[in-house]
């Protein structure tokens, strides 16, 4: 099964996210592509009515874009993996670099997150990834399986959890676009360490339809997360079926 979803960040209306909404329900009206699981990420003000217009046993799955590890409490403008779960959210996204560079997201919050949402029953994707200087001085792979191990410490099954490796230097409207040598140390070590311990291993970064096909080639990536590439329903559907070309089919 490969995994492909998108996070809409700080982006949309009401009214555009019922418009995706409803033209992705439209869209796999008779489910998602064969081996392929699709997920999107709406902002929180949209996450109920996209779950509405989606309606229930969608073949998409919700996520929320951040959650409080606590149930509930004087958290002011935060809403708890309960609450997202309450608006329709099966995931949850956590750790992102933007939340740790401008939110003060630490491994320690990250992994009160990962334990809140695996505890609420609901999907942790954990993202994690080296800004550029630790890509130049070849630390990659230690920077991404310790951001990882802190935040599974306590863990005792991760078997729900997806792993988004998502380099600093690669997202964003000013990314770099990785070549596939540029992923395999990282995706080899993760591989190695969890590929059988969590649910998949996704890339996300500058990711589009022209370049997806060989990042889902790249050995132990099991899926994408992408940005604006997917902002627009022909976009996504467009990667659902690159993805679905290469899916593996049970029993070969």
């Not at 403008?77 to 997201?105: K, M, N, P, T």
């Not at 995706?187 to 996300?204: H, I, N, S």
């Not at 970064?205 to 099991?222: C, D, F, I």
Request: include cysteine; aromatic fraction near 6%; charge should be negative.
């Amino acid at each position: 099964m490969l995994w492909v979803g998108t996070s809409w960040k700080m982006n949309g209306t009401l009214a555009s996210a019922r418009d995706y909404a409803s033209r992705l329900r439209d869209a796999l009206a008779d489910g998602a592509p064969a081996g392929v699981q699709p997920f999107i990420i709406p902002p929180a003000t949209a996450l109920a009515a996209v779950h509405d217009v989606l309606g229930d046993g969608s073949p998409v799955l919700l996520g929320a874009q951040n959650a409080h590890w606590a149930d509930a409490g004087a958290w002011t403008g935060e809403i708890s993996v309960a609450q997202a779960a309450d608006a329709g959210a099966a995931l949850v996204e956590i750790g992102h670099s933007e939340r740790r560079e401008f939110f003060a997201e630490t491994d320690e919050t990250v992994n009160r997150k990962v334990r809140a949402t695996l505890g609420h029953g609901l999907r942790p994707l954990l993202c994690v990834g080296e800004p550029g200087a630790v890509f130049d001085a070849g630390g990659s792979v230690d920077h991404v399986l310790g951001q990882v191990a802190a935040a599974l410490a306590g863990v005792g099954d991760a078997g729900r959890v997806l792993i988004a490796y998502e380099p600093i230097w690669a997202i964003g409207e000013h990314g770099r676009e990785a070549h596939p040598e540029d992923l395999t140390d990282v995706f080899a070590a993760l591989a190695a360490e969890y590929g059988d311990q969590v649910t998949a291993l996704l890339y996300g970064g500058s990711v589009n339809q022209r370049n997806a096909a060989e990042t889902l080639a790249v050995p132990g990536v099991g899926g994408l997360f992408v940005g604006r590439s997917a902002w627009q329903v022909e976009g996504y559907l467009e990667l659902l079926r690159i993805a679905a070309g290469l899916a593996p089919v049970p029993g070969r």
